[in-house]
């Protein structure tokens, strides 16, 4: 293709940015644009990743209160599993002595046969 002075600006003017006059500014305004457009894109990845680390963080967070309330549930229901078993236990004992009291009582009352079979022989 050959190029003829007018044709040659106008390609100048597209692939460079430069105005028909020979004017840079309209190149360094594109640049400057570039330039802006990438510190967007710069800035938008850093706050993506602040976001995405501070939902990281939450999520630690989240699971060590969870870990803590679950420590917390075992330790109040081992209490009042204990309470239970002393409570329990302590009923099975009263039970026990006064089932002991009861064949004492029933086992007085019978008369020894061993001790009034020797009595008569």
Partial sequence: MWFSKKNLKEVLVDLLGLDPNGDVAVCKLKRDLEELKLEKEIAERD?????????EKLELDHQKKEVELEGTFQKKEMVLQKEYHDKVLAQTEKAGKEMTAIHEQIL???PTFNVEYLKEG
Avoid: A
Wanted: proline share 0%.
């Fill in 47 to 55: 706050i993506r990743h602040l976001v995405t680390l501070k939902e």
């Fill in 108 to 110: 007085e009352k019978l």
